[in-house]
């Protein structure tokens, strides 16, 4: 059951306010699917009117965030909850725990650490929940494109960059994680998989050199 995501976003508004329209549409989306958001505990940027949007259509709203950041006054009084913690480390843990799934809407360094860090999870089967990026206005274009080059550089397996989801649209991206299937693959095997095949290899290849 999809009964709550963490959305990871900009602790500003961005220039155009595309992103503040579509972030009023998500919000929709999780009023209606009767989902509870799960971010950062921020009154500010897109964070703060996530939150904002959500409540005011009667939603619930968790917010986790460090101590440091609550007393620099930019935590979100008005939540469902809030839960403090005493570092961005344990943030990330108790966002883990607490959520179904994780998307990131555009943002800056934070946001896409902390997205990263959750689709490393699930690349490791620490956790089997969906991950994914809200390209609003293309904003992520040239990430997918980087990823892609992971791939073709065989840094990623294609079975790897196939579990993030990418769209455009709102609505879409929640039906996609509403019918997740998290892939059974195991990145330690494949990895010794390969290792095997290169070992291989260099054998062979010494062999040969010592017959010359």
């Not at 959750?118 to 089967?125: D, P």
């Not at 997740?180 to 195991?186: F, R, S």
Request: contains cysteine; hydrophobic residues 40%.
């Amino acid at each position: 059951m999809m009964k709550k995501i963490c959305i990871f976003c900009g602790s500003s508004y961005g220039v155009s306010p595309i992103y503040s329209e579509v972030v009023k549409k998500l919000s929709e989306l999780f009023i209606v699917n009767d989902i509870t958001l799960v971010y950062g505990g921020a009154k500010v940027g897109l964070m703060g009117k996530l939150a904002d949007d959500v409540l005011s259509s009667g939603g619930k709203v968790i917010g986790i965030i460090p101590k440091f950041l609550i007393e620099k006054e930019v935590a979100h009084n008005g939540l469902t909850e809030l839960i403090e913690v005493n570092s961005m480390h344990e943030r990330k843990e108790i966002m883990e725990k607490n959520s179904d799934g994780f998307i990131a809407l555009p943002g800056g360094f934070g946001t896409i650490e902390e997205i990263f860090e959750m689709i490393t999870w699930g690349q490791l089967s620490i956790h089997e929940k969906p991950c994914g990026f809200l390209n609003i206005n293309g904003f992520y274009d040239l990430l997918d494109k980087f990823l892609e080059n992971i791939v073709e550089e065989g840094f990623v397996e294609r079975e790897f960059k196939d579990m993030v989801i990418i769209n455009s649209d709102p609505e879409e991206i929640i039906k996609k994680f509403l019918n997740y299937e998290h892939h059974k693959l195991d990145k330690a095997k494949k990895a010794l998989d390969k290792l095997k095949t290169v070992s291989n290899t260099s054998v062979k290849s010494l062999k040969i050199s010592l017959k010359e």
